[in-house]
């Protein structure tokens, strides 16, 4: 069973491991000062911003990245899938994103979308040496 780097319990792949780094809440200041210059609508913008932070997930061994991308997949498949819940931030949590172009994406699947593309290449030798794996043996 692959387990989660963090806590002792199985991994579950879920999106925000992608758009989470973004998350400026407490520390606005640095984390903060560092986004705001980026706007996530500009697609020049948004590959810097998952090349440079999106997918620069240490943490993640190789059998992690497939199986986070293999879940993107599927969601990018599904066409009814709301991408905009997940920047969607409710009052009760501490959570806030580095400019206000993030609480309403002009399109929020399009940047999962980018994620996956830049992933592809990014990962290309990790997503590889996974696949050749059985995941039975995770």
């Known amino acids: 069973m692959l387990r989660d780097p963090f806590l002792n319990e ?12 973004f998350d400026v809440y407490d520390r606005e200041e640095t ?4 986004l705001e210059v980026f706007n ?7 590959a ?17 990245k ?14 009814s899938y709301d991408f905009q819940s997940l920047f969607d931030i409710d009052e009760e949590d501490a959570g806030s994103w580095p400019r206000g172009e993030w609480y309403a994406l002009e399109d929020p699947r399009g940047f999962l979308q980018d994620v996956y593309m830049l ?14 794996e059985d995941r039975d043996s995770w």
């Not at 810097?48 to 992690?64: A, F």
């Not at 592809?120 to 040496?129: I, N, P, R, V, Y």
Request: proline share 3%.
């Open 10 to 21: 199985e991994f579950q792949p879920d999106l925000m491991w992608f758009i989470g780094v």
């Open 31 to 34: 984390r903060g000062a560092e």
């Open 40 to 46: 996530p609508n500009d697609r020049f913008d948004r």
């Open 48 to 64: 810097e911003l998952i090349k440079r932070y999106s997918l620069n997930l240490g943490y993640l061994s190789y059998r992690h």
């Open 66 to 79: 497939l199986v986070l991308m293999d879940f993107l997949a599927e969601k990018l498949s599904d066409a």
């Open 119 to 132: 992933a592809q290449e990014a990962w290309k030798e990790d997503l590889l040496l996974a696949s050749l």
